[in-house]
């Protein structure tokens, strides 16, 4: 199983990002995919996760509210949208994917990464 993230960069407090995450050898239509980010000095924490087979959607505290996540089945790729970004949410974004499906929302329930991505929110 193979991720790849894309989508970050330098964007304005306020604006929105769009990380996208292209699944390989594992379909999204069957098996749970989240986000989870790690700010610099901090521990890697959840942001959100969708289940395969039912598509729940579960979301972390951070972003409760103002985050969103989708999936293409035809391209195997899950979306992630936070908006009214602020500095605090500054990190790297990783993808992962699990070897399971239903509400997953810790580390140790995805056994395969992206290499994640950059998001960095000026002020």
């Known amino acids: 199983v193979q991720l790849q993230a894309s989508g970050g960069g330098l964007v304005q407090a306020g604006d929105s990002l769009r990380p996208s995450c292209a699944v390989s050898?594992?379909?999204?239509?069957?098996?749970?995919t989240g986000w989870f980010r790690q700010a610099p000095g901090k521990e890697r924490e959840f942001v959100v996760s969708m289940s395969g087979r039912d598509g729940y959607v579960y979301f972390g505290g951070s972003v409760a509210g103002r985050s969103t996540i989708s999936r293409d089945f035809a391209e195997n790729t899950v979306h992630l949208q936070v908006d009214d970004l602020v500095p605090e949410d500054t990190a790297v974004y990783f993808c992962?994917?699990?070897?399971?499906?239903?509400?997953?929302?810790?580390?140790?329930?995805?056994?395969?990464w992206g290499q994640g991505t950059l998001v960095t929110v000026s002020s």
């Open positions: 050898g594992r379909t999204v239509r069957d098996y749970s």
């Open positions: 992962a994917s699990a070897p399971t499906d239903g509400k997953l929302m810790a580390e140790a329930d995805y056994d395969s």
